[in-house]
């Protein structure tokens, strides 16, 4: 009978010690395989959060430039009439003939007065003085203002003087001090 009893306790440990083992094996692969997988997921997955938000923040910039892009097409024909608007620093005669033609249309005298430039310049342009004296009749020193008007620069007056010319009937001085802006 102890012999019996003998082989009880040794089929009793020998599940025993199977299940432990098993448990450790299982344990083991948990330790060493799953939780070390689990982790990696969680790397890659903030990974591809983080991408996820860097891709919505290049499609929104995308959009943007999208967007930027077409503002620019539509306001690209008035960008050529800003470049008409400034006095092109390298075709200062070609300004003072316009004022000289429009003098001629208009049939008044004139003389021209450029000052150096101003010290309240931008980063792009420069504002220069310019003061017109012109002797005409009231009608042609109009028209003279008028073609003045029409030019394809912008020519900001600030003061405008007319007084009756010395000595000629129906014949004015004009003063004109203005600022003209050079790029």
């Known amino acids: 009978m102890n012999g019996n009893k003998h082989l009880k306790f ?3 440990n020998k599940i025993t010690l199977s299940l432990l083992g098993f448990l450790i094996i299982i344990l ?3 330790y060493f395989i799953v939780l070390p997988t689990v982790k990696d997921i969680k790397i890659m997955g903030n990974a591809i959060e983080a991408q996820r938000e860097d891709l919505e923040k290049k499609y929104v910039k995308g959009q943007s430039l999208k967007k930027l892009t077409e503002n620019l097409n539509k ?4 960008l050529k009439l800003l470049n008409q608007i400034f006095i092109n620093k390298n075709r200062e005669l070609e300004f003072i003939t316009s004022l000289e033609n429009e003098a001629n249309k208009s049939q008044v005298s004139q ?3 450029l000052s150096a430039p101003s010290k309240e310049t931008g980063p792009n342009f420069k ?5 017109l004296f012109t002797k005409g009749d009231f009608e042609k020193q109009l028209s003279y203002l008028l073609g003045l008007e029409h030019l394809s620069y912008y020519i900001n007056i600030k003061l405008l003087e007319l007084s009756p010319a010395g000595g000629e009937t129906n014949s004015l001085n004009m ?3 203005a600022d003209t802006y050079w790029n």
Do not use: A, F
């Open 28 to 30: 083991s692969l948990i």
């Open 75 to 78: 306001i690209e024909p008035r």
């Open 111 to 113: 003389k021209i007065n």
């Open 175 to 177: 003063y004109l001090d």
């Open 127 to 131: 504002k220069i003085g310019l003061q």
């Open 10 to 12: 040794d089929l009793k």
